[in-house]
């Protein structure tokens, strides 16, 4: 148990709500599968092999036993899943793959299918991640494709169609009609990509000379474009957990980039949704079989620095290769598929995926240990047939009865928690962390914390409907000593949860800290099934004497409100107003884009004698540019600062007011210019954003 200090620094602001565009989440490993039980019956899928390898056909329950936890389990229900006997009727068109926006309403029972369609069948989901991929890698993705459904596709298979671009779409949903699959991926084309590719880092060495003045540090914005990519993963995953015969999803990429711990969490989200689910990823890195030159390609230009010539670039540029290989392997060997890497045979997948599907044993039993503890319970599962070989899930745990828990198991599982080096991903968790200078080494540090409505259950209580949520924060310095902690719990009221479900419940404090390096980690609970999200990240506050330009952290939000009392200063309260950031970062086109920042000890701009009379003048100059991919599609008109408008922090603040009606739905790099004119300084920070149509057109 980890023991939090209290910071007089920090406390709660407030609990708001806000419009919520969010995707779902969720994580896990290989052999020992994380398998959270939904109902009391545990099913175990196991495919039985000789001593060849080939798959062993018409065994009945008695050859199997199933252990948990070395206890002997009596096998209650029993299928066989056959995908080579012929389906006895043809499935045209099934839908459990509805909408992926929150607001969608659940499927009837109708439209997601009777168990018989999905009975003997090979389940099939292509997924094309156009934000990664480069026109030639779409086509030989979508050419693999095409030659599967006209080639390879047995008539037991079920095959839906998947894209992921500016928004998550499901082009075709399961079918085993190749004319309605043809028509989706004859869709396709080189141009359907958004250009999403990984930025620059900020760093000039070894990157090519293109004769910029300066390199763009998009690391932000690679987090956030890997955490799209994940997220949408999972909500597939989750989308068909209802289902519960074998699927497989096939993974078009170009590989997946990973920013540190940043995009660890939704890695293990991502992975443990597809094992509740059943669902095995299988990835393809479209670039196929590459040759890494030193120095870079002929079509490049020279790098710069001295990487080219000590052979730090070759071992870059093979790290980087790897580090988005690697992603793809866990991804698959973590969910029971497999990573086809370094191949131009793009046609192997779709054999692996038929053979693994193809026959096995759905084992099903009710637990000896009624306890509802939570715990990991080990599977084993033994057939008396000599030289066979088993594949089966090894493991789940064990569902908790958090009502019947006490107030100190209660508060001893949030410590837990948040001494965990897993994440905690039951309850989807947003947070965001800015700074802003308050005098010399001391800064507020505003965090706010996001959690989709539609994950709170509310209980009536007389005339209202309420909820709390318990906060429990701890912020630990570069040598792992606590510095500040949070502990609170927020309580919900609301005439009617139905507009909650539709919007975020964000909850805000601010820190006081001083520059350096931190590790944030935060756990909020919801009390009424105790299910938990957890969300960590690192936080650098520099140090201001050493820059020529000194800019604090750039706040996105969509919405002000008045302002509250507050026991530590808070930048974002100014003239009454309070600026509630916007977590996610995405908007829809019918809103307003709220931009705030501030630059600290501007030089001086020389001023007569009548005008120092009312302080020295100043000379800052500002706007926001917005590009999709290379290309920029908005500027705005620039604004001026004469004077500090915050003297008692040596502050000009920045807070600027954008309509994005005229700006298209799709993701956007949001690039915020800063010159101080008087010195001759300038900044050009960047943040990713996402905009939305509004209405129908979103739910598309």
Known sequence: MVSTPRSPATRILAVTLQLLLLCPRLPSQQAEYTFHAQTDLVLVNVTVRDKNGNLVRGLTPEVFTVLEDNKPQKIVSFDVENTDALPTQDVTQVKPLPASNSSQPTPSAAALGTADEFRDRCLIVLFFDLSAMQPDEIDHAVTSAVHYVDTQMAPADLVAIVSLGSSLLVNQDFTSDHDLLQKELQAFNGGAGQGFEEGTTG????????????????????????????????????????????????????????????????????????????????????????????????????????????????????????TSQETLVTLASDTGGRAFLDSNDFSKVFKGVQDDTSTYYLLGYHSTNAARDGHYRRITVKINLPGTKLDYRRGYYAPADYQHANKDDKERQLEEQLASDLPATDLPLYLSA???????????????????????????????????????????DKDHRPVASVRDTAKLAVNTSAEVRKKNVQYDTVLTLASGRYHLKFVVRENQTGRMGSFETDLEIPEFKTQPLKMSSIVLASQLQPARKSPAPNPLVREGSEVIPNVTHVFSTAQHLLL???????????????????????????????????????????????????????????????????????????????????AGHFLFPRVALLIRAEGPAAAR
């Open 203 to 322: 760093t000039t060495e070894g990157t090519a000379d293109t004769g910029q003045s300066f390199t763009v540090d998009d690391t932000e914005y690679n987090i956030f474009n890997t955490d799209r990519r994940l997220e949408a993963l999972r909500s597939v995953a989750e989308r068909l957990a209802h289902i519960q015969q074998k699927k497989s999803l096939i993974y078009f990429s170009s590989g997946m980039d990973r920013t540190g711990i940043e995009n660890q969490s939704e890695l293990r989200a991502a992975t443990n949704a597809a094992v509740r689910s059943n669902l095995s990823i299988y990835t393809m890195d479209m670039r196929g079989l590459q040759t890494i030159v030193a120095g870079g390609e002929a079509q490049s230009a020279s790098l710069r620095g001295v990487s080219a010539y000590s052979g730090q670039s070759m071992m870059n540029a093979l790290n980087s290769n790897f």
């Open 434 to 476: 800015a700074y802003f200078r308050l005098d010399g080494n001391r800064f507020s540090v505003p965090i706010s914390l996001a959690v989709p409505g539609s994950q709170i259950p509310f209980v009536r209580a007389s005339d209202r409907e309420k909820a709390t949520l318990d906060v429990i924060g701890l912020v630990l």
């Open 596 to 678: 705030y920042y501030e630059v600290y000890d501007p030089a001086r701009v020389s001023v007569d004698t009548a005008q120092r009379a009312s302080g020295p003048g100043i000379h800052l100059l500002s706007n926001v540019a917005f590009f999709r991919g290379k290309a920029k599609v908005f500027e705005s008109s620039l604004v001026e600062l004469n004077d500090l408008n915050a003297r008692d922090r040596k502050a000009g603040v920045f807070q600027l007011d954008l309509p994005l009606g005229s700006l298209k739905p799709g993701l956007y790099t949001c690039q915020v210019n800063v010159i101080d004119d008087a």
